[in-house]
């Protein structure tokens, strides 16, 4: 089915006909139609195109205002101010746009996908190998995860990409004492949980590393190991791997938790570029772009300076010949232009990095990697505080596992759920199943429903209540319109475009109108909070309805129909909105 044109666009091409025909030198111009307070459209922009044509505004506002065709789409025009337009759309239009997009058969709801869609390569979820996941984890692997879900859902072509760190010194210590303790990563079972893979390297870090700092000569040959490693020895990369591989057990078991896919081809860690790291230093350098300073490779910048005044250098190779972060996201870089033919490059990366991309993006643009064709930005976050508004710790102030944070998230929503189970009927499985749905959601709208570059708190108790702007809301709104379908009986969903609206049923319609432009626009700006903003609003919308317009107990049959078809057009906004977020909506709450 094609895409549904919106109330909004049809009420624009209405306007710009008048327009252009009051003033034949503003047309193809911009009225700046907006939703309002005041009515259910304002137009505002007349007062730029009469001062820009010398002309009284609210004079020309009322000689728009006689050239539009009021009845089927907008039901009245009235000039406000100085030369606003007031615009009311017909209950009708209303009624008859929501049924194009209820029945619309792709389950899209009559949202087009994106003009001019491209390849964009997505850089999140980023751990260590041999180390836990902690809560500063947790908003890269969500934030990343919702703008895969909304710009595959526009149509963009959406490589993932989990850079994760699985190369560096630390791991000629970890392979050296693997090598001479073989049997450490040994299971007694076939199948291994992430926590039995957690403990393992857990345990086996912390001897390796007591070991290395009290035995030099257990040092020395540790160091030797990292030469090898890079050197690529068969025999240290086979250990390598082994680790890698059990620390793929622990990652994808705390993204199972997560309720997010991650794939195994999509993980291509700092690894996966080191044989291009020596190629990337001899092109920056015979370009001119980096220099030798010290015996470093350093690319300077006029506008990046220290405390003193003195230049701040990106280190792509050190003086002793490793390489440094920057050489292997110099690499990434060529790798998705050259080799995945990105159009856009994104990285959601904590805010702290800003510096970093800054230097590593421009140099990529001198060396001439990127251009006008590829966009590099990095989609930068805040930190997770807790209650006291510092840096989210443990009482003993160690960082907070992510694996424990959603575990105690999931047991808190399941006591919330389990409270409201025998009025409902959920059975034992059920009351797991939600819980844990509802506690990862809670969790993911916390963090999604805030500006990313914010910081924001993370208050359990506040994620899991029924009231305020919580998941765990919206969720509920969903389970309550599954409920009223249910009781139905034998009516069903039918929209009559010929019965006039109560003001919260259009209310309602209005805003369900706007989903396709949000998601869009939410997708383009990579800015997920606006959509659980979205949701958040339709969802208190919705409960004004509820208040308002009886549905099963309305006036007559075919209002029962109409307003069954607004509920249920209500919960599968509902529920495509919180998907594109990650979120699920179960169906009995």
Not at 153 to 171: A, C, K, L, Y
Not at 341 to 364: I, N
Request: glycine share 6%.
């Amino acid at each position: 089915m094609a895409s549904v044109t919106s109330l909004r666009d049809s009420v624009q091409q209405h306007l710009a006909s008048a327009l252009s025909a009051a003033l034949p030198e503003a047309a193809g111009a911009d009225p700046l139609l907006r939703r309002s307070d005041r009515a259910d459209y304002q137009a505002n922009g007349i007062l730029a195109l009469a001062k820009k044509a010398k002309a009284n505004p609210r004079e020309l506002a009322t000689q728009v205002v006689s050239g539009i065709v009021t009845g089927e789409v907008i039901a009245d025009v009235e000039v406000s101010g100085p030369g606003f337009l007031n615009i009311a759309v017909a209950d009708k239009a209303i009624t008859e746009n929501l049924a194009a997009r209820y029945a619309d058969d792709t389950g899209r709801l009559g949202v087009p996908f994106a003009a001019h869609p491209g390849t964009t390569v997505i850089d999140y979820a980023q751990p260590n190998v041999a180390k836990e996941m902690h809560v500063g984890h947790l908003r890269s692997a969500v934030i990343g995860d919702a703008m895969v879900r909304l710009l595959e859902f526009t149509g963009e072509n959406v490589v993932r990409r989990h850079h994760i760190g699985d190369w560096g010194t630390q791991f000629g210590m970890l392979i050296q004492y693997l090598d001479e303790h073989p049997h450490e990563l040994d299971h007694k079972d076939s199948e291994v949980s992430g926590e039995e893979a957690m403990s393992n390297l857990d345990r086996l870090y912390k001897t390796a590393r007591k070991l290395f700092d009290s035995d030099e000569e257990f040092k020395t040959r540790a160091r030797r190991r990292v030469v090898d490693l890079q050197a690529g020895d068969p025999k240290t990369l086979a250990i390598w791997q082994k680790f890698v591989d059990e620390s793929k057990i622990y990652f994808f078991s705390v993204f199972d938790k997560l309720d997010m896919e991650v794939r195994d081809p999509d993980i291509v860690g700092e690894s996966g570029y080191n044989d291009m790291l020596a190629e990337t230093c001899r092109l920056l350098e015979e370009s001119g772009v980096a220099v030798r300073s010290e015996g470093a490779l350093c690319v300077f910048f006029d506008d990046i300076k220290g405390p003193e005044g003195n230049p701040v250098p990106l280190i792509v190779q050190k003086s002793d010949g490793g390489y440094g972060y920057a050489a292997t996201d110099l690499s990434a870089i060529r790798d998705r232009v050259f080799n995945l033919k990105a159009s856009t490059l994104l990285y959601v990366v904590d805010a702290r990095q800003a510096l970093h991309f800054r230097m590593v993006f421009e140099t990529a643009r001198r060396a001439g990697w990127l251009n006008d064709d590829v966009t590099a930005l990095q989609l930068a976050f805040g930190t997770v505080l807790g209650k006291d508004g510092k840096p989210f710790k443990t009482r003993e102030g160690e960082t907070v596992k992510l694996e424990n944070l959603l575990d105690e998230a999931v047991e808190r929503a399941t006591a919330v759920v389990r409270e409201k189970a025998e009025k409902v009927g959920l059975t034992e499985d059920e009351i797991v199943e939600n819980g844990r749905y509802v506690g990862v959601g809670a969790v993911k709208y916390a963090d999604l429903s805030t500006s990313a570059v914010r910081d924001y708190k993370f208050d359990l108790d506040q994620m899991v209540s029924l009231n305020g702007d919580t998941s765990v809301y919206l969720q509920y709104a969903y389970a309550r319109i599954r409920s009223i379908l249910r009781k139905a009986g034998e009516a069903r969903p039918a929209a009559h475009p010929e019965l006039a609206l109560a003001p919260a049923e259009r209310a309602l319609g209005l805003h369900l109108d706007q989903f396709a432009e949000t998601v869009l626009e939410v997708a383009a700006a990579r800015e997920p909070h606006k959509m659980a903003a979205y949701l958040y609003q339709l969802a208190s919308l919705l409960t004004t309805f509820y208040d308002q317009c009886p549905v099963l107990k309305a006036d007559s049959p075919a209002q029962v129909e109409n307003r069954l078809f607004l509920v249920d057009l209500t919960a599968r906004t509902l529920h495509e909105g919180m998907a594109l977020l990650g979120i699920r909506t179960p169906g009995k709450l």
